[in-house]
């Protein structure tokens, strides 16, 4: 009954209250509904308060008959409706549909309908009743506030008892269908509702009336669909109901609803969807948007993107804290996208932000229940708005409301509170739990979380009055590291950055702030070891590529662990951890990401990934089998110029075959190189079922330089382990031996500044002065609980290999073949003039801040020394070929002539003038 609509979606007249309006002169301006007005506006981007919005529309002659609806899909917050100038009513909550009867104020010809859209401040003084921590409002608190019109608005005639909503509750297991009818009022006449079945091609299967007598409000109608299809990611098969209400033969009323014969459940630690295991591999999803933050661009919009997840191997969504658009939840159903779906959050807990809160969970259970993609509800997400830790009033709370949402919603699982650490579970159909670990850097403290969380550990539940079945699937529901975008494809048509780059300076010490992050990259000279910033974003992503491939195949090992969340499918504004930039392009990855990401992946876990030329290479290997049919008779493929196979135990869906520890030989390659080891699974009659691989840096044997000449160290083990490694080793100091200490003196400075050399390894926080000036207050200090940890907005070190590292293989960014020298120091304090030409290896953070080095060298005096925390001493001499290599090049670069800058410079000049057929200058005298 679409023809019963006049849509006033379009353009608006708004208003934005300032502070001090009453001295100012009323200035209108046009809007966009439906869109916040920080998307359309610079000057209110963070500003909420109150907007006066206004329209004129036309009703035809003609079409005023039954009743009249004003009909809004949600506003952000508080919205007061007039229609001709008069008051309709008032709705509070910004996630859900409401409507007004303004059959009374509606005209023939010309109207006006004006809105008072109240977006609270968290001022008390200004909204006493609504203050924003009582209202849910989700991530506001992150990415700034939202406000306005933010859904459809429309005029739609209906009779007055006309058919609010249908609930329908298919049974997967015999095709039984109960529906659920509401009326908006009591009957106001007897009716006759008419419920028709069609089946996924549109065809009418099978049809039942009921009877709503004079003052019913409620019906229920039941039919059993005969061979009914299930609805799943694969076959995502949509069956419509029907539903019109007729008085004396004539259709009054009518509604149409889409749904799904599914079944979501848990049984012994795993899901099942359809009585199959399910083994969920889901990523977050804020649903913002990067012109609209959350209004929805297009149904066209939606499914490009979950095209595109489907394409990365996802199989569910978790909507996170946002009730989104309608046609979110269409679009999954119609594409075969599971939903984990999420409550906003709210500031704390009050009795009436408490009834709030549960009103709209309500509200959305009542709006949404029908989307057979839906197949989770979270109440709360990591302890917002909420103190579960310290309060058993609001543990009895969450308690009471998930039974609550449970008895009203049985079909679906339920999360109570989604936790990290300190919170935790208080009653839960999942027991999930949130990590961030950055990659190669803190992978033990990953692997030493998965284990635990395999181990089903009580630190996941409230110590005092949790309810713990033992049966709850674990996950991982949020992790994560970030992988820049190309800022050029972030521009919109006129060229222009987004808005959203001048955000996130609040937030992490400013690691967040996006803006001029290509001033940044050149400054710190970045382009002399990337080369442009495109390149260096690509490395961004195929470090994030990395970390994801290895978190991911460490739960997959673990069978205990039933699916996880990765954190997210695209950016978010300044949030740059996302399969997908803001603008949903793809990342660098993105075809290769199904080999992690799939019901069945092999899993080769490994303790080093640097080898000598002629070592053998181990593995520990895995297959997981997370759904699908029964793996039989397949064979596993190993290589690295020959090839293995191994025999793969029978496979049933759900469990990981252990298929011990694998050596191959490595190449005895003659240079240093990166050479990749590809595992595929092949079926039996074999058709690849899946592959994957695992890079090696292959140094070979001989590696000490030859102009190193002698070494001294005051650490008497530092000798004997230059010797171990072939070094010729002074007994004494002497003025032309190449010190090598892990902190500095008076002697050392002193042996430096009349001419020595000194490589510097420091292993803990100390000063740098006299050796950098004073003023520069270079330091060496610590990573732990500093942003340069890298945890949640991501590092990035890196090593300048031409010449000095030139024997170190690989990209600039430093990856898992550094596993063993990865530093937990920085050296604080360099400048751009160092940064230009004396810092080898370095380190910045998210949008490229903070810069530090890794290693660095400088002139004092009449001497130059190079500084450097690369834990290069951690194994026995040898053992590591990184921290071999790496060593024997820092102590070339202490003892060589003249900075490797200049040595770098000269050598592009002579290339640059060979290219063009030039003599190459003389040196300067």
């Not at 759900?654 to 050596?663: H, I, S, W």
């Amino acid at each position: 009954m679409r023809d019963n609509r006049i849509q006033l979606d379009g353009t608006w007249d708004f208003l934005h209250l300032v502070e001090d309006y009453r001295s100012r002169p009323v200035e209108w301006r046009r809007i966009t509904v439906p869109g916040p007005w920080q998307a359309q506006f610079p000057d209110l981007r963070m500003r909420g308060g109150t907007g006066i919005y206004r329209r004129e529309f036309e009703i035809p002659a003609g079409w005023k008959r039954d009743r009249q609806f004003i009909r809004f899909g949600a506003v952000l917050h508080l919205a007061r409706v007039w229609v001709n100038g008069e008051y309709l009513g008032m709705h509070v909550g910004g996630f859900l549909p409401f409507s007004f009867d303004a059959t009374e104020h509606l005209l023939e010809g010309r109207n006006e309908v004006k809105v008072q859209v109240d977006s609270p401040v968290d001022d008390p003084a200004e909204f006493p009743d609504t203050p924003f921590a009582e209202i849910p409002f989700g991530k506001q608190s992150w990415y700034g506030p939202l406000s306005g019109i933010w859904q459809s608005v429309w005029i739609e005639r209906r009779v007055a008892d006309h058919i609010a909503r249908a609930r329908i509750q298919p049974e997967w297991e015999n095709g039984r269908v109960s529906i659920r009818i509401f009326a908006a009022l009591p009957a106001l006449a007897k009716a006759q509702l008419r419920l028709s079945i069609l089946d996924p091609d549109g065809d009418p299967i099978i049809a039942t009336e009921a009877l709503l007598p004079i003052g019913g409000s409620q019906a229920e109608l039941g039919v059993r669909v005969p061979d009914r299809l299930a609805w799943s990611p694969e076959t995502p098969n949509l069956y419509t109901a029907q539903i019109a209400l007729e008085r004396d033969g004539t259709t009054v009323d009518a509604i149409e609803e889409r749904f799904g014969f599914r079944r979501i459940e848990t049984r012994g630690g795993r899901l099942y969807l359809n009585g199959e295991p399910l083994y969920l591999r889901a990523a977050l999803d804020q649903d913002y948007y990067p012109d609209t933050i959350c209004t929805t661009p297009s149904a066209d919009f939606l499914e490009d993107e979950f095209i595109k997840a489907k394409q990365l191997g996802l199989n569910c969504l978790r909507c996170h804290i946002k009730v989104p658009d309608p046609r979110y939840y269409e679009v999954a159903d119609r594409m075969g996208l599971l939903v984990w779906t999420e409550l906003p959050n709210m500031g704390f807990l009050t009795e009436r932000s408490g009834d709030r809160k549960l009103a709209t969970l309500k509200g959305i259970v009542d709006r949404d229940a029908n989307h057979p993609s839906i197949i989770c509800w979270t109440i709360i997400n990591e302890n917002w708005g909420v103190d579960l830790v310290h309060d058993p009033e609001h543990r009895k709370w969450l308690k009471q409301a998930f039974h609550w949402l449970k008895s009203y919603d049985p079909g679906r699982l339920v999360v109570d509170n989604s936790p990290l650490a300190p919170s935790f579970h208080i009653q839960t159909d999942i027991a999930d739990y949130h990590f961030y670990a950055a990659f190669p850097d803190n992978r033990h403290a990953w692997d030493n979380f998965v284990g635990m969380l395999a181990a089903g550990g009580d630190w996941m539940f409230s110590p005092r009055d949790s309810v713990i079945s033992g049966e709850e699937p674990l996950m991982c529901s949020e992790f994560g590291t970030w992988g820049l975008p190309d800022p050029e494809q972030l521009k919109d048509a006129l060229g222009h950055e987004p808005w959203w780059f001048e955000t996130g300076h609040d937030w992490g010490e400013g690691v967040m702030y996006a803006h001029g992050v290509e001033n940044r990259f050149v400054d710190w000279s970045l382009s002399r070891v990337f080369g442009s910033l495109k390149d260096f974003c690509e490395a961004a992503q195929w470090q994030q590529f990395r970390a994801l491939k290895y978190q991911i195949e460490s739960m997959r090992q673990r069978q205990e662990i039933a699916g996880y969340v990765i954190t997210e499918l695209t950016d978010a504004h300044w949030e740059s951890n996302g399969l997908l930039d803001m603008r949903r392009n793809p990342r660098v990855f993105h075809s290769r990401f199904p080999t992690i990401n799939s019901d069945t992946v092999i899993v080769p876990r490994w303790d080093r990934v640097a080898y000598w030329a002629a070592e053998h290479a181990e593995f520990d290997l895995y297959v997981a089998h997370g759904a699908g049919s029964p793996i039989r008779d397949a064979v596993l493929e190993i290589a690295i110029g020959d090839t293995l196979r191994l025999p793969v135990p029978e496979l049933m869906p759900g469990n990981v075959a252990t298929l011990g520890r694998m050596t191959i030989p490595v190449p005895n390659e003659p240079e240093a190189c990166i050479r990749s080891v590809s595992f595929e699974l092949k079926a039996a009659n074999g058709s690849a079922i899946a592959t994957n691989s695992v890079d090696l840096a292959i140094y070979p044997g001989r590696y000490r330089s030859r102009a190193i000449g002698v070494l001294w160290s005051p650490d008497p083990a530092w000798r004997a382990r230059l010797k171990a490694l072939g070094y010729q080793v002074a007994a004494e100091a002497t003025a032309d031996a190449l010190w090598v200490a892990a902190d500095h003196d008076p002697e050392t400075d002193t042996h430096v500044r009349r001419g020595g050399r000194l490589l510097l390894l420091p292993d803990r926080e100390i000063e740098l002065s006299p050796l950098f000036p004073h003023w520069q207050a270079v330091k060496v200090r610590e990573r732990t609980d500093t942003a340069w940890q890298g945890d949640w907005a991501s590092t990035f070190g890196w090593l300048h290999r031409p010449l000095a590292f030139s024997r170190i293989p690989g990209q600039p960014l430093l990856d898992e073949t550094f596993d063993r020298v990865l530093p937990t120091h920085v050296i604080a304090g360099c400048n751009l003039l160092d940064l230009q030409a004396r810092v080898h290896a370095g380190l910045v953070i998210g949008w490229i801040h903070k810069p530090v080095a890794l290693a660095v060298e400088r002139r004092y005096g009449k001497g130059r020394f190079v500084a450097s925390t690369f834990r290069l001493f951690r194994d026995p001499p040898g053992a590591d070929p990184t921290a071999t290599v790496l060593l024997d090049s820092l102590l070339s670069l202490a003892r060589a002539q003249g900075s490797a800058a200049s040595r770098d410079r000269e050598a592009v000049i002579s290339e640059m003038m060979d290219r063009a057929r030039m003599p190459t200058p003389a040196p300067f005298p």
